[in-house]
T-cell receptor
Framework: AQTVTQSQPEMSVQEAETVTLSCTYD???????LFWYKQPPSRQMILVIR??????QNATENRFSVNFQKAAKSFSLKISDSQLGDTAMYFC??????????????FGKGTKLSVIP | DGGITQSPKYLFRKEGQNVTLSCEQN?????MYWYRQDPGQGLRLIYY???????QKGDIAEGYSVSREKKESFPLTVTSAQKNPTAFYLC????????????????FGNGTRLTVT
C-alpha cells in the first residue's frame, strides 16, 4: 500500500515571502501521478498542481512550483510571493496507475499554512 | 455550471440514528467517491463506485453503506454501527475510474459536517 507523509502539521509565512511544504511518499510503483490540493477555510478542495512521475521537469503553476525528487520519493510544494488567500490546508496526494487501487488518490494528513500580513 | 452538490451543509443527529448524506453530480462522471476528513487525519476513503449499481469498500467502510441507483447520485448512509460518526464528509467524482485523469483527477463537493450527539 502507498503512504503519503506530510511532516509539517502547521506552518506560517509572512505575506510576500516564500514557503516550502514537504511531502514524502512510499511506493514500489514506477509510474504514478502526484498532486497538491488546497483546502481554504471554505473547505472546498482545489487542485493546485500536478506532476507525472516519468517527467523529470518540475511542474510550475504561476506562484506554485514543486521540487520532485523521484529517487528520494519527495514532492515538496514551493509557494512564492505568499498571499493572504494562500492560507489553507494543503494536502499532498498520490495516484498509482496500475494494479489494485489504481487511479485512486491516497492523501497525506495535511499541512495547515497561515499567511501573516 | 457543472458540479457536485452535497446537502445539507450541516447535519445534526442523535446517537443511534441512521443518517443519509446526499451527493449529486451533473458532470456526467462515471466514478464517485466518499471521503471522511478528521482533524489531523487527512482524507480517508469510505466507498467508491465505478458504475451504476456497483460500489466497492474503501479503507474505512465499516459502519457506512452506499447505493448507486443513478449515475448522478451516490448517497452515503452513516449507520448506528459507526462508532465515531462526527466528521466532515466529502463527496467527489471523476470521469472514469480506470482511466487516468491527470488534469483533474477528482472534483469535490463542498462537504457535509455531521455532528452526532
Amino acid at each position: 500500500a502507498q503512504t503519503v507523509t506530510q511532516s509539517q502539521p502547521e506552518m506560517s509565512v509572512q505575506e510576500a515571502e516564500t514557503v516550502t511544504l514537504s511531502c514524502t511518499y512510499d511506493t514500489s510503483e514506477n509510474n504514478y501521478y502526484l498532486f497538491w490540493y488546497k483546502q481554504p477555510p471554505s473547505r472546498q478542495m482545489i487542485l493546485v498542481i500536478r506532476q507525472e512521475a516519468y517527467k523529470q521537469q518540475n511542474a510550475t503553476e504561476n506562484r506554485f512550483s514543486v521540487n520532485f525528487q523521484k529517487a528520494a520519493k519527495s514532492f515538496s510544494l514551493k509557494i512564492s510571493d505568499s498571499q493572504l488567500g494562500d492560507t489553507a490546508m494543503y494536502f499532498c496526494a498520490f495516484m498509482k496507475l496500475s494494479g489494485a487501487g489504481s487511479y485512486q488518490l491516497t492523501f497525506g494528513k495535511g499541512t495547515k499554512l497561515s499567511v501573516i500580513p | 455550471d457543472g458540479g457536485i452538490t452535497q446537502s445539507p451543509k450541516y447535519l445534526f443527529r442523535k446517537e443511534g440514528q441512521n443518517v443519509t448524506l446526499s451527493c449529486e453530480q451533473n458532470l456526467n462522471h462515471d466514478a464517485m467517491y466518499w471521503y471522511r476528513q478528521d482533524p489531523g487525519q487527512g482524507l480517508r476513503l469510505i466507498y467508491y463506485s465505478q458504475i451504476v449499481n456497483d460500489f466497492q469498500k474503501g479503507d474505512i467502510a465499516e459502519g457506512y453503506s452506499v447505493s448507486r441507483e443513478k449515475k448522478e447520485s451516490f448517497p452515503l448512509t452513516v449507520t448506528s454501527a459507526q462508532k465515531n460518526p462526527t466528521a466532515f464528509y466529502l463527496c467527489a467524482s471523476s470521469i472514469e475510474l480506470n482511466r487516468p485523469n491527470y488534469n483533474s483527477p477528482l472534483h469535490f463537493g463542498n462537504g457535509t459536517r455531521l455532528t452526532v450527539t
